[in-house]
């Protein structure tokens, strides 16, 4: 079982509230949250998936745990998030 000492929300992005960084490998997994993964993948019905989620998220914990004080609710951090569309999988003619 994946044990954090926080949970990751994102605040003040337009429109949207209650966003959370979590594990996760469907899209059932989340509601509009962010996945994080080191890899992607897709199912027989073309449905995509997430690998290795809950080392991603751990990898970002090991990054924002230095400005985590134990005994306090909240610490903010500056982050910027891009978001790209790229071609996941190519189709080639044989």
């Given at each position: 079982?994946?044990?954090?000492?926080?949970?990751?929300?994102?605040?003040?992005?337009?429109?949207?509230?209650?966003?959370?960084?979590?594990?996760?490998?469907?899209?059932?997994?989340?509601r509009g949250c962010p996945l994080p993964g080191l890899a992607t993948d897709m199912d027989t019905?073309?449905?995509?998936?997430?690998?290795?989620?809950?080392?991603?998220?751990?990898?970002?914990?090991?990054?924002?745990?230095?400005?985590?004080?134990?005994?306090?609710?909240?610490?903010?951090?500056?982050?910027?998030?891009?978001?790209?569309?790229?071609?996941?999988?190519?189709?080639?003619?044989?």
């Amino acid at each position: 079982m994946l044990k954090l000492k926080y949970v990751l929300t994102l605040e003040d992005v337009p429109g949207f509230n209650l966003i959370r960084v979590h594990s996760g490998v469907k899209i059932g997994d989340t509601r509009g949250c962010p996945l994080p993964g080191l890899a992607t993948d897709m199912d027989t019905n073309s449905n995509f998936s997430v690998a290795r989620s809950r080392e991603a998220l751990k990898r970002i914990h090991r990054i924002l745990d230095p400005f985590f004080v134990e005994g306090e609710m909240d610490f903010g951090v500056e982050i910027w998030w891009e978001v790209r569309r790229e071609l996941l999988i190519q189709f080639v003619k044989i």
